[in-house]
């Protein structure tokens, strides 16, 4: 029975309490030890296809009649639009539609940073309709951009309110440190750049919105574009089979999938808007830059008993302020703690997520404090890690799921030992050296994420689910959690993804949540459909159903008959096995975190930086 | 009206100047496993080879190909290099690996045993945005395994 239940979801670092529906029946855990394909070495399923250039990517796809579109964009970090006169483009030749601000509101008349969308043009070729974008007649109005972000942060030009956390008495725990040591640490933005540039390729079927986009997310894209376009969220349609590339950065609809859906509404047209590697430098999206102001108080022995940090993200002219802080609230069993994050809005392009957006630069900030309190305190980095570990989570006291920090810590070691050998290799300006840093984040997942099994007669399983594969191999993945659970060879099961039309919902490919999202929700449609295979062989083979199990293509009997697989499928004809599964809620009064540890030997050349 | 060979195959095209080989190749003859990524002959996802030679095809401009052998990721898709990335792991995205294996095979019909060093001054001019440039060089060091 389906039951309606309340449970925490985290995407990226950002939690919220939602609504959803999950399966009464959660599946035990399989039994520890080995298993027969999960946790084995299997090819990438769609290896072959991306070598041999097959795949198809958004880039790839050539609808016929398919018009293009180009952007026009500020060059300008801050300007308003005075006049504007688009009629010149529209007639420039092989142009069929012009939009602006005036037209539609996600172009604006206000650029708050170099790269803001301001109008496009669809044109029978991109060079037409880049063409075009020059006979756009535009007056500006210069201002004055902000680009410090501790100058916004003084005037109060917040992209939201600050964000503060404090547990225990961090001014009395410092006062009482033995040794207390602070640091700034800058960190500068980071651009994404997947290969395959921010794109989406637009047409109109009848009442429906065709989507074709390079996305981690296709259904975020649905919900999106359905709102823009006030569509019922299923007329819409968003497909991804092949990603070139996301890293956080392709997790929205973005406004090139809305010119393309807009231009192709005006033109009765498919509609490619596809960024250059210019726009994508400028516009899609980075990490943004960060200052921290940080404080660390140990006593004489190495435990710390204070850390307090002061974050400024320089956020950009949009985005959300990701998790700089997150690291020194999780990582170390520390008392006391304070932090103060405050995301500075600027005349520079929007922040996107990025690979564990605000962890990596707070814990570049953190790790770099404790290396200098080792130092100070002539301790060994990995030993000062070690002693502050935790068992539990210091923000509420609760247990986690699990955690193997220390394992890795004794994992490490055998490298960190090394540090003094490859030091003593540095010659004139070629400096080398070891370095060391723990690592959090998030990576639970949870629901909702939905699949569904396919077994027919020839004794083969295909997986159906809407999720993304940008990449990471999560369609093997999910195959082979499909073949362990029907007890299936590995390359009898495949999955069939990437299409919201064609598949259930499916969890968005970030925030390291898509093999815990999806995994269980395609190991409970296995188990659906197994369940059934098995009632069918009792009734075959007049065995009691719990006497039955799927091993290795066969149906095995308590007694020890078996029988193949393939013997009882082949009975069915065109009869299918249908499963479906979903993601069961996350266990509750439990901590759900990733942790880590990474070793890197560097050499720099300390004249030229190199 | 001259022609273009492409793959063992001859096309009767009229090139326009000023077209590239990567959009003739893409937009006209539906080869879609030469990859544009920067347009601007940084990153070597177009990478074909003209009579051998691994070429940006983004930037060569078609009507300067003249008689010269073109050959892209769909004329090697029967080279073991293939079987040696997805072997060895050698991509994530893979929308940077037919780039990837058209400049490797350019390199193997030079040198069938190059060293690393040599594999990574060849491969120089091709970049793997999601890091898979240790398994790439174990695919070509190992490509007759």
């Known amino acids: 029975m389906a039951r309606l239940i309340r449970t925490e979801k985290e995407v990226e670092g950002r939690y919220e309490e939602i609504w959803t529906v999950v399966e009464e029946d959660a599946l035990e855990q399989w039994p520890s030890g080995p298993l027969a394909i999960v946790g084995h070495p299997a090819q990438r399923q769609d290896g072959p296809q991306r070598a041999r250039g097959e795949a198809r990517y958004t880039a790839d796809l050539r609808l016929p009649g398919t018009l293009h579109a180009a952007v026009l964009r500020s060059e300008s970090a801050a300007a308003r639009v005075r006049s504007i006169d688009v009629a010149p483009a529209l007639a420039a030749p092989g142009v069929h539609a012009v939009i602006s601000f005036e037209d539609v509101n996600f172009l604006r008349d206000d650029a708050g940073f170099p790269g803001a969308a301001v109008a496009a043009v669809a044109a029978d070729t991109f060079g037409l309709a880049r063409a075009a974008l020059a006979a756009i007649r535009i007056e500006w109005e210069e201002r004055e951009p902000l680009l410090d972000a501790d100058e916004a942060v003084a005037r109060g030009q917040l992209v939201s309110d600050e964000r503060t956390y404090e547990r225990g008495d961090v001014a009395g725990a410092l006062a009482g440190a033995d040794e207390v040591v602070e640091a700034e640490f800058t960190t500068s933005s980071v651009l994404h750049n997947a290969l395959e540039t921010h794109q989406a390729v637009c047409v109109w079927e009848g009442d429906t919105l065709v989507v074709h986009v390079s996305t981690q997310f296709v259904w975020g894209v649905r919900d999106e574009v359905a709102k823009a376009f006030e569509l019922p969220l299923d007329r819409v349609r968003v497909v991804c089979e092949y990603m070139g590339g996301g890293f956080g950065a392709k997790n929205g609809a973005g406004e090139y999938t809305l010119i393309a859906a807009e231009l192709a509404r005006r033109t009765g047209r498919p509609v490619r808007c596809q960024l250059t590697r210019r726009e994508e430098n400028l516009a899609a999206g980075n990490r943004n830059a960060t200052i921290q102001r940080l404080r660390v108080g140990a006593s004489a022995d190495g435990g710390l008993v204070a850390l307090e940090g002061d974050y400024v993200n320089a956020v950009g002219y949009g985005g959300w302020v990701a998790g700089t802080d997150g690291p020194m609230q999780l990582l170390y069993g520390c008392d006391n703690v304070r932090t103060r994050v405050r995301g500075a809005k600027l005349n520079s392009a929007p922040m996107a997520a990025f690979r564990a957006p605000g962890f990596v630069e707070g814990t570049f900030g953190l790790e770099c404090l404790l290396d200098e309190l080792a130092a100070k305190l002539d301790l060994d980095p990995l030993e000062l890690r070690k002693r502050n570990h935790s068992d539990v989570d210091l923000l509420d006291g609760r247990p986690f799921s699990s955690k193997s920090l220390m394992a890795c810590y004794r994992l490490a070691e055998k490298h960190w030992e090394r540090r003094h050998e490859v030091r003593a290799r540095s010659e004139g300006p070629w400096r080398h050296g070891v370095g060391l840093a723990s690592q959090v984040w998030y990576g639970g997942g949870g629901p909702p994420s939905y699949a569904w099994v396919r077994v027919g007669a020839d004794g083969r399983a295909t997986v159906v689910t809407a999720m993304q594969d940008i990449g990471t191999g999560s369609r093997t993945a999910m195959a082979q959690i499909a073949a362990e659970e029907l007890g299936l060879p590995l390359d009898h099961v495949r999955v069939e993804l990437g299409d919201t039309a064609r598949g259930p919902y499916a969890s968005i490919s970030a925030g390291s949540s898509t093999i815990p999202s999806m995994g269980p929700a395609v190991r409970s449609a296995a188990a659906d459909a197994a369940r059934q295979i098995v009632e069918l062989a009792a009734q075959r083979w007049h065995r009691e159903q719990r006497t039955l199990s799927l091993k290795g293509g066969e149906i095995v009997s308590a007694d020890g008959g078996s029988w193949p697989l393939t013997e009882l499928l082949g009975l069915l004809g065109d009869a299918q096995i249908l499963g479906r599964g979903a993601r069961g809620p996350n266990p509750t009064g439990m901590r759900v975190l990733t942790f880590g540890v990474q070793v890197a030997e560097v050499r720099v050349d300390v004249e030229t930086g190199e | ?145």
């Open chain 2, 1 to 145: 009206m001259p022609d273009l060979r492409v793959n063992g195959h001859t096309y009767a095209y009229e090139a326009p100047v000023g077209r590239s080989l990567a959009a003739v190749l893409r937009d006209d003859l539906g080869l879609t496993g030469t990859k544009v990524a920067c347009g601007e002959g940084h990153c070597g996802a177009c990478t074909v080879q003209l009579d051998g030679v691994p070429v940006l095809s983004c930037i060569t401009l078609v009507h300067t190909v003249r008689e010269r052998e073109v050959t892209t990721i769909e004329g090697l898709r029967e080279h073991p290099l293939v079987d040696a990335f997805v072997r060895c792991d050698a991509l994530q995205c893979g929308f940077c690996t037919p780039g990837q294996i058209v400049s490797a095979a350019a390199l193997l019909e030079t040198d069938p045993h190059p060293t690393r060093e040599q594999v990574r001054h060849a491969m120089a001019g091709n970049l793997c945005r999601c890091g898979a440039y240790p398994r790439i060089e174990e695919a070509i060091q190992t490509w007759r395994d």
